[in-house]
């Protein structure tokens, strides 16, 4: 007989009487009552944390292991320590089973139930689970199958039922299954037992119609009188699912794609909740709240005097109304600031409503742009309505182009939803009234694709342009933007003026930034308002990689390099014959801008690769002009020329090096003959060679004639200066040795080098930026780490 009780046995009290184990009571309630648990109790307890824990492994291991010891049990009759421990154990587990027999005899008193004691084994439960579980699936398979093979035809059903009168009733069930119900006897192996006893038989049917004609047919042919007819009853059966699952894969689709729609489309609310779909007439424009948000003053937009004061009026306007209207002037709707990209319109537009004090909605023309018909007017609207409640109010609408483009001008087919969103636009400027106290900013890059309508007095009446900033602005702009970084200028001053007097100090100070200011901005022409913000970043950020306390003129300078010529590409090897082309080619541009007169005056030629495939670069610093005399033209042009005649003329072979020159060189050369009137042959013309404003050139405004020749001049420009570079540099073929050699060695030349190398240059810098902050001190040199860097790298090399 097997053990009621074994060591690893979880053990269950199973009632016979009842047949199942109450699911309420734990096996140990069911064994004994708590109060009568006596010592064995805290056996029983660990015995059964144990074994619960273990694994069908560790159980495995351990039946192997009482084998074993039953075999050597026949071997020897010497018992070891593990069979006295299992054989006390065993001797344990016997006296616990007495014990609760004892105590249930004791608990019932004579009418104990039949208890019996069963192991239950992890393993055992989970191969039972799979047995009954393949069972249950196997009876399911024959059932549905044995269910399809006997399934009753109607022509069987006709014959072996219809015909026979066994059949008193037929149930239409839910218009795909019949139920014939049969006269009480009928049964046979394909009858079913129905609801009240009679035997039924069913079958399919295809449609309703086609079994009432037949059935019609067959008790026609049976002559069946009317009234005796089987009678037909329709009947629907079956849970919800029957009628959902029918429509709930349309139904999640249509879901899915609301849900996919709304959220592309931003329109689930803000955080994903309510508001959805209902929102999307609204506005998205951004409210700045004046005592919180809008920090901005006009003290902190320099370089833009001119602009400033244009737009001082609407904050003068905003600020005191009354005074205007007094005299009864009509206070301009509103004002677009236009301008390149990063020259400060954004900032200045943020400054006004600084100033003014009054709410300041941003928008961008972008958000009006929907891809639902006739949103972008509705938001147009309420932008307005919102304004108008809160007025006095600034509204700035930024990137106006993206609503304000000319209509009618699609030359690939219009966009009708963008021109509604413009018509409601110029609707609500024409609408408000000069009392209505809101002002409308709008800011652009592109003012001459805007429709006029946008621009007449009496909705934008102002145009502000903001140009790329001057010297002078640039200064400005610096000043602003280093005020926020430790200079280390500024920290020396304050290091060696311990005890000094405030004035005298903040003079210093002062005197300082200035220079610093002055020289950034002599060595950054072209930057832009948000190129300077960038660079002064840029500065601190590098200071902030060498560790530095403060940021110095050498940080911003590396900062500059890297916004002109790109990142210094270290990983960019050049085999030592590309690194003397290269040298050569770039000392071919310097000669060529030295000793020409009108070139620009030269600040540093390096051969470290930078950027996007540029290996090294002559930079020159263009002095602020507003006209270019065509003399000048062709300096530029021969010195852009330098690099590849110093190829030819030192080289076999010519490179792939020049291919930019030869682009800026032939634009310049076009330019000066399409545009400018430089030739003589094509005369005074100017010829429209831009490009349309959706970027398809149509076609040429001129002849093909007229092209030919505009061809033919173009090359004779560039021969011509290719000729003369040619010649200058025949001439000065010592000196670019010269120079090739020590940019070769030194990877880095400044202004200084080549004085030393080649003497003063022979016509005066006519940059007077230049002159005040850059002359006798070297700009973009190398710091004296970077320098000792290179050494040990073997970069003083020299070429053979
Ligand atoms: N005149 C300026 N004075 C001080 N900072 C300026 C000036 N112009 C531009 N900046 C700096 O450049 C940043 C970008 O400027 P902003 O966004 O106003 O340019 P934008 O003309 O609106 O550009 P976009 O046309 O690309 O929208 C500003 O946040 C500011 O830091």
Known sequence: MKPLFTRRSLLVAHSLKNGFLPRSQTWRS??????????????????????????????KELGNKDSDD????????????????????????????????????????GNAPNIKMINVDGQQIAKGALVISTVVLLLTFFLVSNQQKDELSFQDFQTRYLEKGLVQKLNVVNRFAVEAELIPGAFSDETVRGPNGTPIVTFTIGSIEVFEETMKEIQDKLSIPTEERLPILYVERGSLWNLILPVLPTVLLIGGLYYITAKRMGL????????GIFKIGKSNAKLFNQETDVKIKFKDVAGCEESKEEIMEFVKFLQNPQ????????????????????????????????????????????????MYVGVGASRVRDLFKTAREMAPAIIFVDEIDAIGRERGNGKMGGNDERENTLNQLLVEMDGFEASDHVVVLAGTNRVDILDKALLRPGRFDRHITIDTPDGEGRKAIFKVHLSKITLKAVEDIKASNKGTEFSKYKLEVDDAIEFLAGRLSALTPGFAGADIANCCNEGALIAAR??????????????????????EKKSRILSPQEKKTVAYH????????????????????SIIPRGQGA??????????????????????IIMALGGRVSEELHFPTVTSGASDDFKKVTGMARHMVVKLGMSKRI????????????????????????????????????????AQCKELLTEKLELVDKVAEEVYAKEVLTREDMIRLVGPRPFPDQNEAFDKYLKGQDAFKKLPKQVDEADKKGNSDTME
């Open 546 to 567: 060498d560790d530095a306390n403060s940021v110095d003129m050498h940080h911003f300078e590396q900062a500059i390099e890297r916004v002109i010529a790109g990142l």
């Open 615 to 636: 290996l090294g670069y002559a930079q020159f610093l263009p002095k602020e002009q507003y006209l270019t005399s065509d003399v000048q033209f062709m300096h530029k």
């Open 323 to 370: 005074k205007y209207e007094k005299l009864g002037a009509k206070i301009p709707r509103g004002a677009i600031l236009s301008g390149s990209p990063g020259t400060g319109k954004t900032l200045l537009a943020k400054a006004t409503a600084g100033e003014a004090g009054v709410p300041f909605l941003s928008v961008s023309g972008s958000e009006f742009v929907e």
């Open 268 to 275: 689930m609310g803000a955080n994903g909740g309510p508001g």
């Open 683 to 722: 005369g005074n013309i100017t010829f429209d060679e831009e490009d349309g404003s959706e970027g398809f050139k149509v076609h040429n405004t001129y002849s093909e004639s007229t092209a030919l020749a505009i061809d033919e001049e173009v090359k004779r420009i560039i021969d011509e200066a290719y």
């Open 70 to 109: 039953k075999e050597k049990n026949k071997q020897t009759k010497k018992k070891t320590p593990a069979e006295e421990e299992a054989q006390r154990q065993k001797e344990m587990e016997d006296k616990f089973r007495k014990d609760i027999e004892e105590q249930i005899k004791k608990r019932f008193q």
């Open 586 to 605: 770039e000392a071919g541009h310097a000669i060529c801008g030295w000793f020409l007169q009108y070139a620009d005056p030269l600040v540093k030629v």
């Open 30 to 59: 069911m064994l004994i009552p708590a109060k009568n648990w006596t010592g064995t109790r805290s056996f029983t307890q660990s015995q059964i944390i144990r074994n619960s824990h273990k694994t069908p492994d560790s159980n």
